[in-house]
């Protein structure tokens, strides 16, 4: 475990400006973190094809490759990694994109310190229930192989406050707009209707959608 521990404070930082870079870079060791910063997206791939990391911070607006597409995939082929977004504006439709790869958290620049080190705390944590979780996964198989995991007996990590509130919001929105229709607002939203049954179920649990 505290190995573990140790591996989650490892940080990729994706971002071009060598001020920021370098900035973030020195504030991520005042807190304990291990940084490598990285000024493009296609260096930072290679840096991942060596090394482990944890977390990725990443700003969307990288010279060449995007950092959205970056993040992509990341999400394709290192999915234990603990995505955080940096951005300098908002921005509506990527915000759903980074709903659908399941970032940690999508963060303004400038953002205080105290804000980005909750998310990576939360991502942090995230990362290390995933590997809990894996090797439950694994010691179970082991123990009954013919159960099956893809059934969902193992619910996902919950996503960070922020960005369960985007998601929430973006779903009761399309739901509005098809009328009730789920299919549409699937297929609006980008997820599986089992997915979006799931979260309408949660949303009227916890009151944000009221019984039909």
Request: hydrophobic share 40%.
């Amino acid at each position: 475990m505290t190995s573990r521990r140790s591996d989650s404070e490892r940080v990729l930082i994706v971002e071009d400006e060598r001020r920021l870079r370098e900035m973030l870079h020195a504030s991520l060791q005042e807190i304990g973190m291990t940084p490598t910063g990285a000024p493009t997206a296609e260096s930072a791939l290679k840096l991942l094809e060596k090394t482990n990391f944890a977390i990725a911070l990443v700003d969307l607006n990288l010279p060449g490759m995007s950092g959205m597409e970056f993040c992509e995939i990341v999400h394709r082929r290192w999915p234990a990694v603990q995505m955080i977004i940096l951005t300098g504006f908002g921005d509506m439709e990527a915000a759903k994109r980074a709903i659908r790869l399941d970032v940690v958290d999508f963060l303004t620049k400038p953002c205080g310190m105290d804000e980005l080190e909750t998310a990576l705390g939360r991502a942090r944590q995230r990362w290390i229930d995933q590997g809990i979780a894996e090797a439950q996964r694994v010691e179970s198989s082991d123990a009954h192989p013919a159960r099956s995991f893809a059934s969902g007996d193992f619910a996902p990590p919950h996503t960070v406050a922020s960005v369960e509130v985007m998601e929430r919001q973006l779903i009761l929105d399309a739901l509005e707009r098809h009328r009730g229709n789920r299919e549409a607002t699937a297929a609006e939203v980008g997820i599986s209707v089992r997915k979006l049954y799931y979260r309408l179920q949660q949303y009227q649990r916890d009151g944000s959608l009221p019984p039909k």
